[in-house]
Every structure is written in C-alpha cells, then in structure tokens.
C-alpha cells in the first residue's frame, strides 16, 4: 500500500519535479547550518513527544481542552499551551438537545432526498487523500443543509472562532494579515460513520498545502523564513504573515481558504477506538518535517513523500519520530467541538469499535482577509444555486434537494 502510495506521489509531482529539484538545492544552499539546524529541530520534537508520551501513560489527555463558558477568562498560561499544542477541545458549544435535532435533521435531509443512491449512481470519487496508507472516510457531500448552516452562524461558533483567530499573531511588515474578529464561513460536509466500519480511516496527514510548503514563495520566504534561514529559535507556527498569500497548486478538494483552525463539532458521543480524530498536539512539528525533506537520504526530486493536489502525507519510513506522539483525542459529547492548527498532523482511526455512529459537521475558522473573501464570493453563488462547495467535486447533489438552506433562510 506505501509504496503505491509513493507512486502515486511521484506521478503527481511529475509537472513540478524540476521545480522540486531546484528549490532543495537552493534551500541546501542558504542554510549553512543543516546539521545543527536539524538536530536541534529534532531535540525540540522529541522532547515535546517525550512529555506526551508521559502524559497519557499518567492518563493526562495531552489535547486542551476549555468550557465554552470559560472562553472569556483564559489566561495566558492557557493560551501559550494551546499556541505549544497546536489544538484545543472546546467543551459546550451547542446544547445537546439542539444537536440531537441537527443529528435528526441531516438523517432526514440524506434519507428524504435519496443521498446514497444519488451519490452510487453517480460514481463520485473524491482522490484528495488518494496517497494515504487509509484513505476512505466516511464524508457525505452535503454543504447546505439546515443544520450545518445554524451551526456555521450562529453566535457561539462565532464567539469560538473569535477567540481561535485571537491565537494568532496578526502584525506584519505589510500590515495587518486578517481580522481576527470577523470570520467568514467555509462550507464543508458532514461524517456519518457506522459502528464496526473497519475499512473507513485516514492515515496521518496535514493539509493547507503539501510541496506548496517548500516552492511557494510566500510559504518559503515568509512563514518559514526562520526555518530555511536565520534563527531557527524565532519561528513561530502562529505568525500569519504569508499564510494568506499562499497559492495553492488548484484541484478538487484542495482548500483555497486560510483557517487558522481546522475543526468539527460532535454530533454523537465519541472517543478513542470509536473511529475518531487522531493528532499529534506538537504545533511546531512542520519544522521538523521541512526539514527532514532536505536531508541526504531523500532522493533529490522527492519531499519525503509529499505530492502536489494531494493532502501531505506522513511515512513511517521518513517520520516515525512523528508518530511515536500520534493519538486520540478525547472523549467528545454532543456540541463539544475540537480545532487543531493548519501545520498539525491528524488523521481518523483505521476502525470504529464502538457501538454507536460516530458522526460530526465540519467547521473551520477562516477570519476576513483577501484571500477568503475572494473565495467567498464563488461559494456565495454556490450556496444560492444549491452547487457543491467550489473547493470539493462537482457532484452537486443538493440543486433539487427539499429542505435545502437558501437565501431566502438567512
């Protein structure tokens, strides 16, 4: 399966081999500390992973977790762990009665509108995470329904994403990145995965760009500034300053917008074992991983199995001090909801032991800049003609479905 998987990869970054070629050998040539550069990146990971380990052997959850009634007296102790995790779970978003209603909503939206036969008959494929070891979650492509469109507004995710924006460091030499304050929408789809599904996982990944992260410029010459150049101590996964200006190689299921988080929020009780979100709460890994992409034993045209058009896979064979710190995230409630950094590692348990269905809506915090608004404006038409989400495949299922969010609901 991996090294399917890596051909795969190669095929993909076929157009842009040269391009991949070229940016290692100049990124070897600007930093002339590499050995040092990557031992201490190494240090810093493991013993971050170290006290993780630890952690959960004690029975400590590694993830932070706040009550939404808290988001408003956190202080900065908090906040600097989240910043070092990279992740949070917050704790009472929705009610659970409202959820439960949502949960009954969408099962009615799917059933009354012949979803599943729709969706067979149309031999719809999603190829997004088509590198990955595991690579088939359960993910219905539904974007409008009523109960993702109240969860999406309403003024407590608002109020969430507020404070999640509020992580970030905002300032730059070109001014401000985003306004952390007003957070636009991201239509993303729902999971419905049955108890027992053993064949529905997603191995680690990260998202937000796979070899962008080295050729984009803003990527290389901005975000990661400090990494391939300068003071490694100075980098830090919260400054937004060239985030919103990446430029992502386009294909369907590629994320065009900047979150700052991604998240869900749950619609069922689950946990570990019951097919659930997996993490490594280590926000400055992606040093790392960038990194370990430049170091001798990677063949010069491959970045440690990255692929263009694709999420960026996470091998075992080139980041397995990586996973030794991959695990479940706790146990999550109805309306609880959990958001993790663009640069952490995540992925779905391979199997779903538990006995009920573990299901979710996605929801991400994407704040006002250029960059979101310019996609806003293609998901607006999408919402109004019923399209799918402009950043996901073409099925466009919901165009005549009854019960459909629209306009005129807003």
């Known amino acids: 399966m991996l090294q399917e998987a890596r051909q795969r990869a190669n095929a993909a970054n076929e157009p842009y081999r040269a ?16 050995p040092a550069r990557f031992a201490s990146a190494t240090r810093s990971v493991e013993a971050q992973i170290e006290e993780i380990i630890q952690e959960r052997a004690q029975g400590i959850q590694p993830v932070p977790e706040l009550d939404f009634e808290q988001l408003d007296r956190v202080t900065e102790e908090q906040r600097q762990k989240i910043r070092q995790r990279g992740c949070l779970v917050i704790r009472n978003v929705f009610e659970d009665q409202r959820v439960v209603d949502w949960n009954r909503q969408l099962d009615e939206y799917l059933t009354n509108n012949n979803y599943l036969e729709k969706l067979s008959a149309s031999g719809a494929v999603d190829d997004y995470f088509s590198t990955l070891a595991s690579d088939k979650p359960q993910i219905y492509g539904v974007y409008w329904s009523r109960p993702q469109m109240e969860a999406r507004t309403d ?8 404070f999640l924006n509020r992580l970030w460091h905002i300032d730059s030499p070109e001014g401000l990145v985003f306004d952390p304050d007003c957070d636009l929408q991201y239509a ?13 996982g997603l191995s680690a990944h990260v998202d937000a760009g796979s070899i962008e992260r080295w050729i984009d410029p803003s990527y290389r010459d901005k975000t990661f500034r400090h990494i391939f150049g300068g003071d490694l101590a100075q980098y830090d996964p919260f400054e937004a ?9 386009p294909s369907p299921a590629v994320c065009r917008m900047f979150r700052t988080f991604q998240g869900w929020t749950a619609l069922t009780p689950q946990g570990p074992n019951d097919g659930t979100l997996q993490l490594l709460p280590v926000a400055n890994a992606m040093v790392w991983m960038l990194l370990r992409a430049l170091q001798d034993d990677v063949p010069e045209d491959e970045l440690c199995g990255a692929a263009a058009c694709r999420a960026m896979m996470i091998v075992k064979e080139y980041h397995d001090l990586l996973l030794r710190g991959y695990g479940s995230i706790p146990q999550m409630q109805p309306g609880d909801a959990v958001f993790w950094h663009p640069d952490v590692l995540h992925g779905v348990e391979d ?9 979710v809506m996605y929801i991400a915090s994407v704040p006002d800049c250029a960059k979101n608004r310019n996609y806003a404006k293609l998901q607006q038409t999408a919402f109004e003609a019923g399209l799918s989400a402009p950043d996901f495949a073409a099925d466009d299922f919901e165009i005549d479905f ?9």
């Open 188 to 200: 993303d789809r729902v999971r419905f995965r049955q108890a027992g599904d053993a064949s529905l």
């Open 402 to 410: 009854d019960g459909r969010f629209t306009k005129q609901d807003l």
């Open 241 to 249: 300053w060239g985030r919103t200006e990446i430029e992502e190689i």
């Open 155 to 162: 003024p407590a995710m608002a109020a969430a994403k507020r």
């Open 351 to 359: 199997e779903h032991c538990g006995t009920g269905y573990s299901s």
């Open 19 to 34: 391009r991949i070629v070229e940016t290692k050998r100049r990124l070897r040539a600007q930093i002339m500390d590499m």
